[in-house]
């Protein structure tokens, strides 16, 4: 089964001067499989993204999330069983600790959270996968940035989506620790068998990935990897 397949997508920002910025963008994803997402500033990339992860809706074209068709009717329940975030900016409470954090879909998801409960224990056994077991009642605020990816990543994987969005990843991250978010991440594709877009301007995390993309005028296109 497809994990994701979106047919001629289209979406225009309305205003004085309309801009169209996606001009029938299609693409399907399989079960593990790792796609990155290139191109210019401006092109669309993130919206293509929000678009693909039910967080705003194309004007016209189609989106199936493992064989069911995304509407407005079906959008909340299929992002909370289906779909994981990362940002760039990771988006954390600052005042929870990592363990709090890690847990936040189930709890939106009115599951429940309590020590001991299934998703309390999924929640210990990712805070130890992303290797931040000895942080799990740390306060984010006093993480690294490296490390509160970490527990993005963490978060994503709550509810045990099908699909993981990385949306620049580790644009605000130094060099080495870019790199271990890298690993991280294909590791999701490799090991635990999720599939995953990364929309990135990072080359060497694009490189890691088994397809990459370049969205160039509104259009989507494969691009050969670079050395």
């Known amino acids: 089964m497809t994990v994701l397949k979106a047919t001629d997508i289209r ?3 309305r205003g004085p001067k309309p801009l169209e910025v996606l001009k029938g963008v299609s693409i399907s994803v ?11 500033s401006g092109e669309g990339k ?6 693909l992860g039910t967080l705003d809706i194309a004007d016209k074209g189609s989106l199936l999330i493992k064989d069911q068709p995304v509407s407005h009717s079906t959008l909340s329940k299929i992002r909370s069983r289906n779909i994981g ?4 900016s990771f988006h954390l409470l600052e005042d929870f600790t990592v363990l709090q954090n890690v847990l936040m879909p189930a709890r939106i998801a009115r599951e429940s959270v309590k020590k001991g409960s299934k998703f309390y224990k999924h929640a210990e056994e990712l805070i130890d996968f992303v290797g931040l077991k000895d942080h799990a009642h740390q306060i984010a605020k006093q993480l690294s940035g490296g490390e509160k990816q970490r527990v993005a990543i963490a978060r994503a994987l709550c509810n045990n989506p099908d699909i993981i969005l990385a949306d620049e990843p580790t644009g605000n991250l130094d060099h080495s620790t870019a790199e271990m978010i890298h690993s991280l991440l294909i590791d999701l ?3 635990q068998g999720r599939s995953l877009i990364i929309v990135t301007h990072n080359q060497d995390l694009a490189n890691l990935c088994d397809k990459q993309y370049l969205l160039l005028d509104g259009l989507l296109q494969p691009s050969q990897k670079n050395s």
Do not use: N, V, W, Y
């Open 11 to 13: 979406k225009t920002f």
């Open 30 to 40: 399989e079960p593990g499989e790792s796609i990155a997402i290139m191109g210019r």
């Open 46 to 51: 993130s919206t293509l993204l929000q678009i």
């Open 85 to 88: 975030f990362i940002f760039q």
């Open 189 to 191: 594709a490799g090991k």
